[in-house]
């Protein structure tokens, strides 16, 4: 049976009425609103912004600045051996095989594939990447494979 349009309506507990502020002590938000008495923050647009700490110098200002972001870094979608266990022999893996089959998050980068040794490897692969570390390097041929360096860091 098709739902009609006319049957529509909120999820029980989505919708819920706004408070009548001012409307009598029974309701309790009487009298003062729940803003209590006096002060600048019972006053019609009183207040002050977020990190306003009265005048004294606010916390985002007195900690020092730290550390530094270099906008030219070259980043790389790494990938440890570990996910390289059920990958069938004989397989070419690379970026793209990579980013299909799902086998690491794909975050922005734009130096390539990079493999890291964390895991073993049983199986011969092929694998093309822009960097290896030692381990993963020696691993994937130990176990019969090949790691090609392709990329700008290829000599």
Known sequence: MAMKIHELQPAEGANTSTK???RGIGSGKGKTSGKGHKGQ???SGGGVRPGFEGGQMPLHR????RGFHNKWATSY?????????DVPAGTVVDYDYVVENNLT???KNNGGLKVLGTGKIEVALTVKAAKFSESAKAAIESAGGKAEVI???AE
């Open 151 to 153: 990329g700008a860091d």
């Open 105 to 107: 998050k794909v975050v």
């Open 41 to 43: 923050w019972a006053r």
């Open 62 to 65: 007195r900690i020092p600045k």
């Open 77 to 85: 979608l790494i990938i440890n051996l570990s996910q390289l266990k």
């Open 20 to 22: 009548r502020l001012g």
